[in-house]
């Protein structure tokens, strides 16, 4: 079986302009996370999708925004980007919440 | 904030010898707790969980305690093993929408 998937695996982009991540979900898994990784810390809760709603959003800006299709999918996509944006994007799919996450191995952002 | 905390964030380990990894907790809430292995280039990858009706769960040659009357959570890995090098993060879910990562430990294993 396929495993999470995300697209691009690395991305460069400039100060202000705008980043769509994409992530496919591993087949039959409702819930999709989202996190960001910088170098050296823990993954950062971003958003969790299940049943394509939002049930739950981290501390980050409304420059953050993400939606989940009907085929669970998911996209992240972030504007007017800063160089702090720079970071692994990890996207995580579980059959439900609360249960164990399956992580892609992730997008990696540099933002110059 | 909520956060999730590590003791040590370095661990260096002969092989064969076994590997202890602590986290402390900070939400009392939290019902669910999760030990991920991150190896370099690649996504965090489920190892083991816990809920907290339970103290100790065994997995294959990996067993997680839980105290919650301190808070605190921990992995051991019995006889381990040169791939058992990476970056070990504990994480904790409240029964909602959001699972905490800890800043997590690095594990090297000597040969």
């Known amino acids: 079986d396929a495993g999470v998937t995300q697209s691009p695996t690395h991305l460069i982009k400039t100060r202000g302009q705008h980043v769509t991540l994409r992530c496919s979900p591993i087949?039959?898994?409702?819930?999709v996370s989202w996190y960001q990784q910088v170098l050296g810390q823990g993954p950062q809760f971003i958003f969790q999708?299940?049943?394509?709603?939002?049930?739950g959003r981290g501390n980050f800006p409304d420059r953050f925004s993400a939606r989940q299709f009907p085929n669970y999918s998911s996209e992240l996509n972030v504007n007017a980007l800063l160089l702090g944006d720079s970071a692994l994007y990890l996207c995580?799919?579980?059959?439900?919440?609360?249960?164990?996450?399956?992580f892609g191995n992730g997008t990696r952002l540099t933002v110059t | 904030g909520e956060s999730v905390g590590l003791h040590l964030p370095t661990l260096s380990v002969q092989e064969g010898d076994n590997s202890i990894i602590n986290c402390a907790y900070s939400?009392?809430?939290?019902?669910?707790f999760i030990w991920y292995k991150q190896e370099s280039g690649k996504g965090p990858q489920f190892i083991i969980d816990?809920?907290?009706?339970?103290d100790k769960r065994q997995g294959q040659r990996v067993t997680v305690l839980l105290n919650k009357t301190v808070k605190h959570l921990s992995l051991q890995i019995a006889a381990t093993q040169p791939g058992d090098s990476a970056v070990y993060f504990c994480?904790?879910?409240?029964?909602?929408?959001?699972?905490?990562f800890g800043a997590g430990t690095r594990l090297f294993v000597k040969a």
């Open positions: 995580a799919s579980s059959p439900v919440p609360n249960s164990p996450l399956h």
């Open positions: 087949s039959g898994h409702k819930s």
């Open positions: 999708y299940y049943e394509k709603e939002e049930r």
């Open positions: 939400n009392s809430a939290s019902d669910y």
């Open positions: 816990i809920r907290s009706n339970m």
């Open positions: 994480a904790e879910n409240t029964g909602g929408f959001k699972t905490i």
